[in-house]
């Protein structure tokens, strides 16, 4: 028996795909930078907007790709028990290690390497794969390596060690622990790591605290039904903590002085520092509050799921995927245009998500074109079957490389297992 579709996660995870797609074109005008148009942005915004643009959407920033990782989470398990070892790893190989891979070694340099050299500079696409900082980076796809990372680990560990299906769910307290946890953990490893660094691969590794422990966070919820329904009394809590340290920030910025951002930001990207102890903390309470107010809010108030959320979830990582080169080639297309990046900007944001999710689309619904005799061969029959059966494409990566089928399901119905 197949199990229950969960629309709020699918519409979510929509949601924060197209929040990341429309930050990287933001950030690529910053004098701050944080997406690499930054390296030949030809405008960027006044300070004063740049500013305000932070206060706005720099919070959500702290607790995004901790959610991501918390989701994942969620129903890694589930697929785990029903894959085995062996097929589990081949399927996140190939779902995620695969999409990486490509833009890693051809993809991302090849885009690189024209941005640069519509911006007057003239080296090779050997040189900018091999002398770019960080070496090896491939965009925003650092996120599925490291969840590759952490997906093959923890089926080996689970595979060594079952879990103790009688573990109680955790409470406030030990989710004020894990906030702590990560707040300590993110301050020492930007000792040697600050923020924004860039490492080998990209790893992002100043970040890995809070994606360990949102993962971790997921894997445990999991087994209680979070995916399905926050317990009330900790969603009610978790909106109260997010929404009041949101509108927080802001206000802590001008006090503690910060006018100019690129100017005044260094302090608090790591160091023996108050300030990047004070980063750690907000981000702590942020990341572990912010996606458990996000999904609980979803879970009340995003389960719409008709033709154009279900189109929308489909595509979404694969939109996720393609970003990179859609956002810098829309950049270099209206590079020519003499207007300020308050009004680029928004057009790159606007035509990215557009035709990130568009083109998306359009490969995978390929995957239901019937052959041109209007015959399936058998391997197709199977296919038809499965998508019958699971509500889904089993061979198209969902909105979220964890996922398996372009709705996430409730690993709690229907015999407690999640589909293909």
Not at 55 to 69: C, D, K
Not at 354 to 380: I, K, N
């Amino acid at each position: 028996m197949s199990g229950q579709r969960l629309p709020h996660v699918d519409n979510v995870k929509t949601a924060l795909v197209a929040w990341v797609i429309g930050a990287h074109a933001l950030l690529g005008y910053t004098a701050v930078g944080g997406w690499p148009y930054d390296e030949v942005n030809e405008v960027t915004f006044a300070p004063g907007f740049e500013i305000v643009l932070a206060a706005l959407i720099g919070p959500s920033g702290l607790f995004v790709i901790g959610g991501f990782f918390f989701l994942a989470g969620l129903f890694t398990p589930s697929s785990l028990e029903h894959k085995g070892l062996r097929r589990f790893t081949l399927d996140r190989l190939l779902r995620l290690g695969l999409p990486w891979a490509a833009s890693a070694f051809l993809i991302w340099p090849l885009t690189m390497w024209l941005a640069y050299r519509v911006a007057g500079h003239h080296e090779s696409p050997v040189w900018v794969s091999t002398h770019r900082y960080p070496l090896l980076d491939a965009g925003s796809l650092w996120f599925a390596f490291v969840l590759l990372l952490f997906s093959i680990a923890y089926g080996i560990w689970r595979t060594v060690s079952p879990p103790d299906q009688d573990a109680p769910p955790p409470g406030i307290g030990q989710l004020v622990v894990l906030a702590a946890g990560i707040a300590v953990s993110s301050f020492l490893v930007r000792l040697w790591f600050p923020a924004k660094s860039g490492q080998i691969f990209d790893l992002h590794l100043w970040q890995w605290p809070q994606c360990v422990a949102m993962f971790i966070l997921g894997l445990v919820c999991a087994r209680h039904g979070w995916a399905r329904a926050v317990p009330e009394r900790i969603r009610r809590r978790s909106t109260v903590i997010a929404v009041t340290t949101i509108c927080l920030i802001p206000i802590l910025g001008i006090a503690v002085g910060i006018t100019e951002l690129a100017a005044d930001i260094d302090p608090f990207l790591g160091g023996w520092r108050w300030q990047a102890a004070a980063t750690g903390i907000v981000e702590g309470i942020l990341v572990v509050a912010g996606s458990l107010w996000l999904l609980g809010l979803a879970q009340r108030h995003l389960t719409q799921h008709g033709r154009f959320a279900k189109a929308c979830s489909r595509a979404a990582f694969p939109a996720f995927v393609i970003q990179g080169p859609v956002l810098i080639l829309l950049a270099l297309a209206l590079r020519p245009l003499p207007a300020p990046a308050e009004l680029k900007a928004p057009l790159v944001a606007a035509g990215a998500l557009v035709g990130s999710f568009w083109v998306a689309w359009r490969l995978v619904s390929r995957q239901d074109s019937p052959l041109p005799s209007g015959e399936l061969t058998q391997r197709q029959h199977r296919g038809a079957g499965e998508r019958e059966r699971y509500g889904g494409d089993p061979g198209v990566p969902d909105v979220e490389p964890a996922a398996d089928g372009p709705g996430e399901r409730d690993p709690h119905r229907g015999g407690g297992r999640e589909e293909q």
